[in-house]
């Protein structure tokens, strides 16, 4: 021990690691580990069955809900429409539905029935003998070009269609054919309103007597 370590009262590092190294020799010699017993050891199953574990049927996001709780599943008798003769084969709540359901089957039919024209089109136009690329050319320009238009003009019409007969059954209270044959004569005509009287009175023709063929359809299937 120095002068400097007497005056301030410092231990000095000699004599402190002694007592220490004693001290770690002394815990060292204390210390017995347990011996393992495979027998006690956990598996899976066993870890999984415990019952403070949460339930994992519980962790799905899903978890507590049924058919009755979620809206957008079930659909009340209550909210459906009840005129008179507003049901069909689908289940209907009103003007909004008829608007989908109608314009969207108008859409895809018309689609298709544009897809065959185009296509028997652009198989007549070029003769037998042609390469099979420049059939398959003009088979696609056909589609393509028959195809959406026909699906665009039905898909507008049957917009129109929709919202004039419910405004209709609306005020009259009831759906029946009357209806459907008013609608399909006044969309038909605002369609074509632009090109005239005649026009306008053709194609309002056109589309009351298909309206008219699918009351009488919907009436006598659904």
């Known amino acids: 021990m120095?002068?400097?370590?007497?005056?301030?009262?410092r231990k000095s590092s000699s004599s402190s690691s002694p007592s220490g190294s004693s001290s770690s020799t002394g815990f060292r010699d204390e210390y017995q580990p347990e011996q393992f017993d495979p027998s006690t050891a956990q598996d899976v199953s066993s870890f999984l069955s415990d019952p403070s574990l949460a339930d994992p049927s519980a962790l799905h996001p899903l978890a507590g809900l049924d058919q009755q709780t979620l809206d957008y599943i079930s659909l009340e008798d209550s909210a459906l429409s009840d005129l008179p003769g507003s049901q069909s084969a689908l289940p209907s709540r009103g003007w909004s539905d008829d608007l989908c359901y109608g314009t969207g089957v108008t859409y895809l039919t018309a689609l298709s029935m544009g897809g065959v024209w185009g296509m028997a089109e652009g198989l007549n136009r070029l003769p037998s003998s042609a390469p099979p690329k420049l059939r398959l050319n003009s088979?696609?320009?056909?589609v393509t070009r028959r195809g959406p238009f026909l699906a665009n003009s039905t898909g507008v019409i049957a917009m129109v269609y929709n919202g004039i007969n419910s405004t209709i059954g609306y005020y009259r209270g009831k759906h029946d054919s009357?209806?459907?044959?008013?609608?399909g004569a006044l969309s038909g005509?605002?369609?074509?309103?632009?090109?005239?009287?005649?026009?306008?009175?053709?194609s309002g023709s056109i589309v009351a007597s298909v309206a008219g063929a699918w009351a009488v359809t919907?009436?006598?299937?659904?």
């Open 139 to 142: 088979v696609l320009n056909a």
């Open 178 to 183: 009357a209806n459907s044959v008013a609608a």
């Open 189 to 202: 005509m605002i369609f074509k309103s632009t090109r005239g009287i005649k026009p306008m009175m053709i």
């Open 2 to 9: 120095s002068i400097w370590d007497t005056l301030t009262g």
């Open 218 to 222: 919907r009436k006598a299937i659904f």
